[in-house]
């Protein structure tokens, strides 16, 4: 069999013919039913659905690719708010971007400036994630100098920004999250680069890394990207007649699950993804926020017909940053 020596992005149409409703979400077999009593479904359609040996792989993914699509929707909509309050006007120095930091259900999300060599905290505005309103949209007068926490996070996110050849692909500055982590007791860094999706009518699909500092935030310990290329999705692209688009496909070469940046895209584009795994040869579908590995009739083959879409569950309201 000839793998897929480079990441190919196409669309995933069908044609006349109708298209095959979505697998059901099993949340009730043997494995679930081996599950705490307090297993919420989510799990239970995990241990149902996906081979043991993939499970946690693909639990992490669906909550860290939520997770950043939160906090990015978070920075987008504050970024808004304080634009309309004019927060930034008058500011001396150069943005050094932000830092989104998760509480009780809101997302506070602090803004930095750096002037005569000194990063401020400049502005914040808080998104309720409940209600998806911003609260408290305001400009810090003055100026708030960087606590030893925003210090560490900010180290570790400039240090990623400035990885030599950091494949990026588009031309905009990147979105970054950094958040902290105490994953399995080990205390970290995550830092998040992603490629800015700033036309509607292209969505990249390759661009993503993912950096694991020291919790000091001085020592990089592990680098992950996404793609060795950098693939496009035409949103516009026209299909044969008589077809209809049902999603976004790609092959992914660098793991034998979808990812937690397949979450976020089919978040943001609000499209299904139809992953190919080449290290496994197998084919998942990525929607709602949720990975399915797609089946056949036999239930010993992992490959299908994908599935139509259905609207990602994250609020996305209209505002001036896609």
């Not at 634009?83 to 150069?94: C, H, I, Q, S, Y």
């Not at 001085?218 to 496009?232: A, D, G």
């Amino acid at each position: 069999m000839l793998l897929v020596a480079h990441l190919l992005a196409t669309p995933v149409f069908a044609a006349e013919a109708p298209i095959a409703p979505p697998l059901p979400a099993t949340t009730d077999c043997a494995q679930s039913r081996a599950l705490p009593a307090g297993a919420d479904q989510n799990s239970r359609r995990i241990a149902c659905q996906i081979p043991p040996k993939y499970q946690q792989d693909v639990a992490m993914a669906e909550f860290i690719g939520g997770m950043i699509r939160m906090h990015d929707i978070a920075a987008w909509l504050t970024t808004d708010a304080l634009l309309a309050k004019g927060a930034f006007e008058g500011v001396e120095g150069e943005g050094r971007g932000w830092l989104t930091f998760e509480t009780d259900g809101k997302i506070e999300v602090r803004y930095f400036w750096e002037s005569r060599g000194n990063v401020a905290a400049v502005a914040t505005a808080t998104l309720d994630m409940a209600s998806m309103e911003v609260e408290d949209a305001r400009k810090l007068s003055p100026a708030e100098p960087l606590t030893d926490r925003e210090s560490r996070l900010m180290k570790s996110r400039d240090a990623a920004l400035h990885t030599p050849e950091l494949g990026m692909c588009t031309k905009h500055a990147p979105n970054t999250l950094a958040f902290e982590s105490n994953l399995d007791g080990r205390p970290e860094i995550l830092v998040f680069v992603m490629s800015a999706w700033k036309d509607n009518h292209a969505a990249p699909l390759g661009g993503f890394h993912l950096f694991r500092y020291s919790a000091d935030g001085q020592t990089l310990q592990s680098q992950f990207s996404q793609t060795r290329s950098c693939p496009m999705a035409n949103l516009d692209e026209k299909l044969p007649e008589g077809a209809q688009a049902v999603g976004m496909g790609v092959s992914h070469l660098t793991s034998a699950t979808p990812t937690m940046f397949h979450v976020f895209m089919n978040l943001q584009y609000r499209q299904p993804l139809f992953v190919m795994t080449t290290q496994n040869g197998l084919h998942w579908r990525v929607e709602d926020g949720r990975i399915h590995l797609i089946e056949r009739d036999d239930p010993a083959d992992a490959l299908a017909a994908p599935a139509p879409p259905v609207a990602p569950p994250v609020p996305t309201p209209e505002a001036s940053s896609p």
